[in-house]
């Protein structure tokens, strides 16, 4: 049986990560930073991209931008006053090959990330992927003791600067939104608050919830590129079913692989059982920039 009856994606995903784990790989990692951004190789924060630019090739048909979301992250903090230490050669968190039992890649990529992260000596990475920070915040330390810095989700990071009067959304949104609690971010790591009180702080936006939200929200449907089936297809249809049953114009998420899956199931009208279903599914991050009047291309 080839791989492609087996993996979701012909496995492409899986395969891209286990070639990330060789030491002698070189990429180009930073072509999709806008012009006019700053970052720097030496400092006390870090953004820690995963695999977003490889997603936006991998899901061209779903007109999915996962580098979009890493741009807006990183105009974002720079609107901060913050320049951002990016990884020149950042490579995969290991997350998937983690799930799907291949631990000496999984081993191989987080010995290599924490030798790049440990040698420009930052005291916080932030990060846009809860898988990404689920690894790396709970699975590396298990496998390799104490981290020598403190891994955040942006929405924590973000709210840290709101609630100190730091930051503030000025631009007005007058939309109806809800939102997806992402399994690594919200029953993984227990964050279901700072998502929800970032965007309630941008003017205009109001937050409905669906039905089932925070620990009993309804999964995307798969997860780790595992598997992609009927069972995954019918997680996805009972949420979108939610989702129009909130009224609400956008669907917010914070989890690249939950927009990915539900702009899967969007695309193919989820097997005739979404007629009418007419909603656009975007990133928290891309959220948070336009409430920052943020020019992300």
């Known amino acids: 049986m080839g791989v492609e009856h087996i993996l979701p994606h012909s ?7 286990r070639m990330m784990a060789s030491p002698r790989i070189r990429q180009n990692r930073l072509e999709w930073l806008p012009k006019e951004a700053q970052i720097s190789k030496r400092g006390d924060i870090m953004y820690f ?24 992250a990183v105009m974002l903090l720079n609107k901060m006053g913050i320049r951002p230490v990016l990884l020149e050669n950042e490579r995969c968190c290991g997350h998937d090959l983690l799930w799907n039992g291949d631990f000496d890649s999984f081993e191989g990529l987080a010995r290599l990330n924490l030798k790049d992260i440990e040698e420009t000596q930052v005291t916080r990475v932030v990060f846009t992927c809860p898988e990404c ?33 730091k930051l503030r959304f000025d631009t007005k949104i ?99 059982k979404l007629d009418g279903m007419n909603i656009e599914i975007r990133d928290l991050t891309e959220l948070m920039a336009q409430a920052m009047n943020l020019n992300v291309r």
């Not at 205009?204 to 919830?209: A, F, Y």
């Not at 009224?247 to 199931?265: S, V, W």
């Open 11 to 17: 496995g492409i995903p899986l395969m891209i990560s």
């Open 133 to 165: 920070y689920s690894a790396i915040k709970k699975d590396y330390p298990e496998f390799f003791g104490n981290l020598g810095f403190e891994p955040l989700h942006i929405s924590e990071f973000l709210l840290e600067f709101i609630e100190k009067g």
């Open 174 to 272: 007058p939309k109806k939104v809800t939102y997806q609690d992402p399994c690594s971010l919200g029953r993984y790591l227990e964050i279901y608050d700072a998502p929800r009180k970032l965007i309630t702080s941008v003017p205009g936006t109001e937050l409905v919830e669906m039905e089932r939200s925070r620990e009993n929200a309804e999964c995307c449907g798969v997860s780790a590129w595992i598997n992609c089936n009927q069972y995954s297809n019918e997680e996805q249809i009972k949420r979108l079913e939610e989702v129009k049953r909130t009224g609400a114009d956008q669907l917010i998420t914070a989890c690249p692989k939950c927009q990915i899956h539900l702009k899967c199931a969007t695309s193919r009208k989820a097997l005739n």
């Open 49 to 72: 991209v995963g695999c977003l630019p490889y997603y936006d090739v991998l899901f061209e048909d779903l007109d999915f931008k996962g580098t979009k979301i890493a741009q807006s």
